[in-house]
């Protein structure tokens, strides 16, 4: 049965530990497939910003690493927090490799959020999650943590 809701979904932490991600009710999150030798993996550095900058106001990033896209995410759980942690200074939540594409082994975080059609092509796509925990938005992977309408989209969804 498909969930309603993100926060129907229970998903192993990088660190291999059960995240009931209705811990996230109430705030708004970003979910981004996410890669350690990807063209657009210095987009990390902007993703921590924005968990930063509106995580006081019930915003967090969410990152789900995938090998899908051009093998470029081949290291084990723990070198990829290392790599995190190290290279960009990533303290938002990580959770393990999963595969987003539809079929037998997608995850059923990926099963839920593309859902409503919008399917990761590349690494760095990005869903914005409401509070209630559903889809408001898809970003492509050449949207920046910096755009103004991903920013706008967010603020919009924080409320005022």
């Known amino acids: 049965m498909a969930s309603s809701s993100l926060h129907d979904i229970t998903v ?33 550095k902007g993703l921590q910003r924005l968990h930063e ?3 006081p106001r019930g915003f967090a990033v969410l990152g789900f690493p995938s090998n899908e896209f051009g093998g470029q995410e081949p290291g ?5 927090q ?3 942690e190290t290279k960009f200074g990533v303290g938002f939540p990580m959770f393990e490799k999963l595969t987003t594409q539809p079929g ?3 995850s059923p975080v ?6 409503g059609g919008d399917v990761p092509d590349w690494n ?37």
């Open 12 to 44: 192993n932490s990088l660190a291999g530990k059960p995240v009931a991600l209705s811990d996230f009710a109430g705030r708004v999150t970003l979910c981004v497939n996410v890669a350690s030798e990807c063209g657009y993996t210095p987009q990390y």
């Open 53 to 55: 900058t509106y995580g």
């Open 76 to 80: 084990t759980a723990e070198q990829i």
């Open 124 to 160: 760095f796509c990005k869903y914005l999650v409401g509070k209630d925990g559903r889809v408001l938005g898809f970003y492509k992977s050449a949207v920046s943590p910096k755009d103004p309408a991903l920013n706008a989209a967010i603020e919009a969804a924080l409320g005022t």
């Open 110 to 115: 990926y099963g839920f959020l593309t859902a």
């Open 104 to 106: 037998p082994g997608q």
């Open 82 to 84: 290392s790599f995190c």
